[in-house]
């Protein structure tokens, strides 16, 4: 059974960081592109990162470019995101996922079939 556990969420000051690890298991790592989504408070779940099954490709919602960059470690079936400057509008629980497909990289919600269990990101002003 496919297992990612989120951690590294917590609360920062705005222009502060934080970097949030997803570890994998029961996952054939290398051949799934990763993602990362956020749902804050009476919101949709929305899109904020996605990297290629091999880490060369990489696609950001506007809303993160410039800010926060996915990486991927496939030797400890690990993705991470390294979130910078963060601001309140940042502030929601954060979702790592992988896709139904292996190989491809999508940037919907509705071609990632697992989910963790989400970490909370408090980002206050």
């Known amino acids: 059974q496919v297992q990612l556990v989120e951690s590294g969420g917590g609360l920062v000051q705005a222009g502060g960081s934080l970097r949030l690890t997803c570890a994998a298991s029961a996952l054939t790592f290398s051949t799934y592109a990763m993602a990362w989504f956020r749902q804050a408070p009476g919101k949709e779940r929305e899109f904020v990162a996605a990297i290629s099954y091999g880490g060369r490709n990489t696609y950001y919602a506007d809303s993160v470019k410039g800010r926060f960059t996915i990486s991927r470690d496939n030797a400890q079936n690990t993705v991470f995101l390294q979130m910078n400057s963060l601001k309140s509008e940042d502030t929601a629980v954060y979702y790592c996922?992988?896709?139904?497909?292996?190989?491809?990289?999508?940037?919907?919600?509705?071609?990632?079939?697992?989910w963790g269990q989400g970490t909370q990101v408090a980002v206050s002003s």
């Open positions: 996922a992988a896709p139904r497909a292996k190989w491809i990289t999508p940037t919907h919600e509705a071609a990632y079939d697992y």
